[in-house]
């Protein structure tokens, strides 16, 4: 993910997590963004106000009055920002903050603030679900701010509950979605990604060299564009996309039920899964031993899960992913229109640096009135961006108004 140029408040409270809002605001500024961070007296307790200025190269401001303060810090803070993340977030600092309290440089910032916020609670289990804390977070959870849960495992006072301060990988994925264009927000997105894998026995399988990565990369930029997404993934290493539903499957038939199940109450279907076009015709029950030189394995054509949506086709868009070796464009263009489908992603897949296994790709979009995008090499996250946009141009009005 990027955050190029997009200004981020980090707000640290005093709890012991405290050490690793450091290393997130070194992964942000590692994707691009501009760091401030406001810390509470409290919080340099845990850590120096010298480490988050050598991750950030910008003077941390800590305190309302004294040296080095600013006038009115307090409120430009909280404004000149695209979103502000706190993190750890104490419980003495969603007190204050559901009861408005502005004590301190960070509360009085929150209290003036006119920009997303997203709050990472870290505390001690039993302090986590105590009614008083719970209370809090539903108050500020009302009034518009995004809490992000603790995560579950052993906590520094020994105990194992929920009160870990989430990993950086989950913070940044859930302020990316505060800092992008809401365009697919409510809107229900469907996915597939991965390769299928078709038995042969009880140990080998058919399948192909697809790792999902572009088909997760859809998924997680839909769900940070607000969209509900359902990603119908085949076998991958990937980790489930913050936010968004996760269904596994194995061959292709089980993909065709899985989307068929789910197209209907979808209002988009990004198809990046590289199915398999065929399966064993039949299944050895027990692992097959060596034998002759040769062996001969019948296959059986398997459905074509995009012809079969077509059918069931109303207001949907309907993107397919051509991956070729030649004639990519032509070849691509055929397979828009025997789909009957609104875009095709078209990549070419004999290259080192683009297609499978690896995290760039360079794409064509092609779709119907000569519609013809040729981008360059890109991140996949980049080339998702730049497929959503098509998919939102497309999408029809919602039904009560709205776009």
Not at 13 to 42: C, D, H
Not at 322 to 335: C, G, I, M, N, P
């Amino acid at each position: 993910m990027t955050y190029n140029g997009k200004r981020i408040l980090l707000g640290v409270s005093g709890g012991i997590a405290a050490y690793k809002a450091a290393e997130l605001a070194r992964r942000l500024v590692a994707a691009g963004a501009k760091v401030k961070v406001v810390m509470t007296k409290a919080a340099q307790e845990f850590v120096t106000p010298m480490t988050f200025q050598a991750l950030t190269g910008e003077k941390v401001a800590a305190a309302m009055f004294g040296p080095g303060s600013e006038p009115l810090e307090h409120v430009a803070l909280g404004q000149a920002t695209d979103a502000i993340v706190l993190a750890p977030a104490t419980a003495n600092l969603l007190g204050k903050m559901a009861a408005g309290i502005g004590d301190d440089l960070l509360t009085t910032i929150l209290l003036a603030a006119t920009k997303p916020i997203l709050v990472c609670p870290a505390m001690n289990c039993e302090m986590w679900v105590h009614p008083a804390v719970q209370e809090n977070v539903a108050r500020l959870q009302a009034r518009g701010l995004t809490v992000l849960p603790p995560a579950a495992g052993e906590l520094a006072c020994g105990a194992t509950g929920y009160g870990r301060l989430p990993e950086p990988e989950t913070i940044l994925e859930a302020l990316a979605k505060l800092v992008s264009h809401q365009d697919l927000a409510g809107r229900r997105v469907l996915v597939t990604a991965g390769p299928t894998h078709e038995d042969l026995d009880p140990v080998r399988f058919l399948t192909n060299r697809s790792s999902g990565k572009q088909g997760y990369a859809l998924a997680k930029v839909a769900w940070r564009r607000g969209a509900q997404v359902c990603l119908v993934s085949g076998p991958t290493l990937l980790p489930a996309p913050h936010g968004v539903e996760r269904v596994d499957i194995w061959s292709a038939r089980e993909m065709l039920d899985a989307v068929l199940a789910r197209f209907p109450e979808s209002e988009a279907l990004l198809m990046a899964a590289a199915v398999g076009d065929y399966h064993p015709t039949s299944r050895s029950e027990h692992k097959m031993k060596r034998g002759s030189q040769e062996l001969t394995v019948h296959l059986t054509q398997n459905p074509d899960i995009l012809k079969k949506v077509a059918t069931l086709k109303k207001k949907q868009v309907v993107v397919g992913f051509a991956a070729e070796t030649r004639d990519l464009e032509v070849a691509a263009r055929q397979k828009l229109e025997d789909k009957g489908l609104d875009l095709i992603v078209a990549n070419a897949v004999n290259r080192a640096d683009s297609g499978f296994a690896v995290d760039t790709n360079e794409v064509t979009i092609i779709g119907r009135r000569n519609l013809v995008v040729r981008l360059p090499l890109l991140s996949k996250e980049e080339v998702a961006a730049r497929v959503l946009d098509q998919v939102a141009a497309l999408l029809p009005p919602r039904e009560g108004g709205g776009g």
